[in-house]
């Protein structure tokens, strides 16, 4: 979700102008997606790396996740949206721990779209937490220890639940991961938009999902020639 500061700076707004639009776009992502037949939706929100920002940008960012959850969460889970926040959490406050608490434990049975907010979020941060489980759990099994699989891998990281993304998008126009699933992404389809992010819609979504349709995944293989349009 990038692009909210220059969406604020063209109107002759601050920038935290552009972040609260950006919870409104969130809110129509999360409602396109679900009318899309989407089923897993990953926003990444704050990263492990925006900490560097002025403090009270920070302080502003924090307080729309608490606002976010706060005033949306008995909509989202009227609308059977199961919510789970991926990120570090060692380094969140007691206020908003407290709220990421209750918004996993009040949608945890809806069968609806899975919502996945990265919150103090950094792939590189997860693979290395999950490394340092494993590690412990293979000097515990000591001459036990079996080797380490992919599958060991993904199973530590936050997003253990969550199948792999078919396709990541950017907004902004920016053409970088930015240490957003770097693991999880490793087949995943790319597509970067022009748009801003307050001004993602429903139109947006299309726009990247007909591009992710018209996409040939080939995991690594090749394309068989009969599947090849001439
Ligand atoms: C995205 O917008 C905000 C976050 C999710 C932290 P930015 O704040 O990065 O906006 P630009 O890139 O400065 O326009
Ligand atoms: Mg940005």
């Given at each position: ?27 129509r992502a ?29 302080r ?25 926040v ?6 969140l ?5 407290g ?40 000097v ?6 079996a ?17 792999d ?14 240490n ?10 790319f ?7 307050p ?18 995944r ?13």
């Amino acid at each position: 979700m990038d692009g909210n500061g220059r969406w604020a700076a063209s109107r002759g707004m601050p920038r935290s102008y552009g972040h609260k639009a950006g919870v409104e776009a969130v809110r129509r992502a999360v409602r396109a997606a679900g009318e899309a037949g989407i089923r897993y939706l990953t926003v990444y929100a704050f990263s492990s790396e925006n900490w560097s920002r002025p403090a009270d940008e920070v302080r502003d960012l924090m307080g729309l996740m608490k606002f976010f959850v706060t005033r949306d969460l008995a909509e989202l889970c009227a609308n059977n949206v199961h919510i789970r926040v991926i990120g570090d959490r060692s380094g969140l406050s007691q206020d908003i721990l407290g709220l990421i608490e209750t918004a996993e434990s009040r949608s945890r049975e809806n069968t609806g779209l899975k919502l996945n907010i990265a919150f103090n979020y950094g792939s590189r941060d997860e693979i290395t937490r999950a490394v340092g489980r494993l590690v412990e759990r293979q000097v515990a099994a000591g001459a036990q220890a079996a080797p380490i699989t992919e599958a060991d891998i993904s199973a530590q990281l936050d997003t253990a639940e969550t199948p792999d993304p078919d396709l990541v998008i950017r907004t902004s126009g920016e053409m970088r991961l930015s240490n957003f699933l770097l693991w999880q992404a490793a087949y995943a389809e790319f597509v970067f938009l022009p748009c801003m992010w307050p001004d993602f819609d429903s139109q947006w979504l299309r726009t990247a999902l007909d591009e992710y349709a018209s996409r040939t995944r080939r995991f690594g293989g090749v394309t068989a020639a009969k599947d090849i349009a001439l």
